[in-house]
């Protein structure tokens, strides 16, 4: 029998759940203690061994892994959405936290990224950035949603422009939604303020940082997408291969098969069939996601590298066209593998150059995950 204990921990503001198994699963303490930094690390020293120690990713997450990290020999942040056994019977903190080292023991849990130290500051002004942006456009919609209940036509960008601000309020006859009206002006002004501080912020952070520089050097990423690219993604070194940055920008794609295997004279042989296409993976970072689709935006409808392949791309494929057009026609059924041959004959940001486009990003060898 080893020395070895898997902690459970289920956090909330106020109280810490906790589990301890040991190396044969048996709970061998449960406890709660105070949601601070004394209580959590005299709980932790009055252990012997090595310790495994698991919690949720939460709002205390970052905080708990600094803290934590150099007392404890493994410490797993698992990703909440991909525990279903959580899920299952009845629901309470104890049983929680039971479970999650049930998972630990048997390295079930899915690991949410923590670390490089050295990139929070540039981190948090990612985060700062988009969540202003996102309140940015909110307010935007807002402003033209008041103006479209009342029938008034906004199309454009002008009606966010302070130089016609008199004139969009003067349209709106009734004071009380003229007074909402403004009072979302106002909100917008200041929002716009302080994203322009916040994007100063940003740059000059960046610039400490030399891979800022050399993500910069790729066409249609500009200096805040190379900002935010390097606050988000931090290193490279967190992906075993580039199939794990696929995942998490949201390009890998999902398929199904059933079936595989089929009994031949008295063999099992792997069955020959097309595997289904159920399209891009849901499970993504969505502001990682948006980043690319914009790049690649740009890169298709303005001059450059990209914009040439594209355009050799479909000079190859209507040359392909013309030459099947001389063969034979084959009636073809509308089926999942119909569909399927269709969505894998679309050049677009996943095939050829696509991925090629993420590989420039620094993705390039095949790199061992940090452990």
């Avoid at 700062?128 to 029938?151: E, N, Q």
Wanted: glycine residues 6%.
């Amino acid at each position: 029998m080893t020395s070895t204990k898997y902690i459970g921990m289920d956090v909330h503001k106020e109280s810490i759940s906790i589990a301890v198994r040991n190396s044969v699963g048996k709970v061998v303490m449960e406890c709660v203690i105070e949601t601070k930094a004394s209580m959590i690390l005299q709980f932790i020293e009055g252990l012997r061994g090595d310790l495994h120690v698991t919690f949720e990713e939460g709002t205390a997450a970052a905080w708990l892994y600094d803290l934590l990290k150099p007392h404890v020999a493994r410490l797993v942040v698992c990703n909440p959405r991909r525990n279903a056994l959580l899920k299952v019977g009845n629901k309470s903190d104890r049983i929680d936290a039971r479970k999650l080292t049930e998972l630990l023991r048997g390295n079930q849990l899915h690991p949410v990224y923590h670390g490089e130290h050295g990139l929070r500051a540039l981190k948090e002004l990612v985060r700062s950035y988009l969540t202003i942006s996102k309140d940015l456009a909110r307010v935007m919609t807002r402003v033209k949603a008041v103006y479209r209940s009342w029938g008034i036509p906004c199309s454009g960008t002008q009606v966010y422009s302070r130089l016609h601000r008199l004139t969009w309020l003067s349209k709106i006859t009734e004071p009380g939604v003229r007074l909402r009206a403004a009072f979302y002006f106002q909100q917008l002004d200041a929002l716009r303020t302080l994203r322009q501080e916040v994007r100063q912020e940003l740059l000059a952070e960046s610039h400490k940082h030399s891979a800022w520089k050399r993500l910069c050097e790729i066409p249609s990423i500009g200096p805040i997408r190379a900002a935010v690219a390097l606050g988000i993604l931090q290193t490279p070194h967190r992906f075993r291969t580039k199939r794990q940055l696929w995942s998490i920008s949201g390009f890998a794609i999902e398929t199904r098969s059933s079936a595989d295997h089929r009994h031949v004279n008295g063999q099992l042989q792997k069955v020959k069939k097309r595997v289904s296409i159920r399209g891009l993976n849901q499970n993504h970072n969505h502001d990682l996601k948006n980043l690319f689709k914009g790049a690649a935006v740009i890169a298709s409808t303005k001059p450059g590298p990209f914009q040439e392949f594209k355009k050799d791309r479909h000079h190859c494929m209507d040359r392909v066209e013309e030459r099947s057009k001389l063969r034979r026609p084959i009636p073809e059924t509308t089926n999942s593998l119909s569909v399927s041959d269709r969505v894998r004959s679309i050049p677009g940001f996943l095939s050829g150059g696509g991925r090629g486009f993420l590989e420039t990003l620094g993705f390039e060898s095949e790199s061992q995950p940090v452990s």
